[in-house]
């Protein structure tokens, strides 16, 4: 099974799918922020748009009772992020997809109250695709690096950068989460 392969121990539950150590295990709370009870409910239906082996989507499936849809283009860790969902007992209410998640309003039939986009080097790229998939007044987790020579000058950046890319009316909140990616 995980021959090799070291486990990310995160709020109880083990993740195995890292060939080295995870860039910031420490990320519990981003993930409690998203994971957030008060805005999830057992009927929730997320997406994550860029699942690696599911150290976002199992701990919202198992804390927080969602229904998660979790994209993935790479094989391997779509088998990793499977055995990870039976060694988490959440298979029940994780669905993994390969794929692309361009491809994504061609192959999933409902829409989601919230989306996950963690992949903030390439987001921008998939940001109408996320939109199209979400339901009205769905929470989109957007997710980016941006260089400013404070966090005033690059929330700015940000701004400017979501202005283009979400309908004029859309409302967003901009903060900085971390200094790494999730």
Do not use: W
Request: aromatic share 8%; net charge positive.
């Amino acid at each position: 099974g995980n021959a090799g392969l070291l486990p990310l121990v995160l709020l109880g539950m083990v993740i195995y799918g890292f060939t080295r150590p995870f860039p910031d295990a420490n990320m519990a709370p981003l993930l409690c922020q998203v994971v957030d009870r008060r805005h999830l409910a057992t009927a929730y239906r997320v997406l994550n748009m860029f699942a690696g082996v599911g150290p976002f989507s199992i701990p919202i499936a198992k804390m927080a009772g969602a229904y998660v849809t979790s994209c993935e283009i790479n094989a391997y860790a779509c088998e990793l992020h499977e055995e990870n969902d039976r060694l988490n007992k959440v298979e029940d209410s994780v669905r993994v997809v390969r794929g692309d998640a361009e491809e994504l309003p061609r192959i999933v039939k409902s829409k989601f109250d919230r989306v996950l986009m963690p992949h903030p080097s390439q987001a921008d790229r998939f940001l109408s695709t996320a939109l199209e998939v979400s339901k009205k007044g769905a929470l989109v987790h957007y997710y980016r690096h941006m260089l400013g020579k404070d966090e005033a000058e690059a929330s700015e950046k940000m701004a400017e950068e979501i202005s283009g890319l979400v309908p004029s009316k859309t409302r967003y909140v901009i903060r900085k989460v971390r200094e790494v990616g999730p």
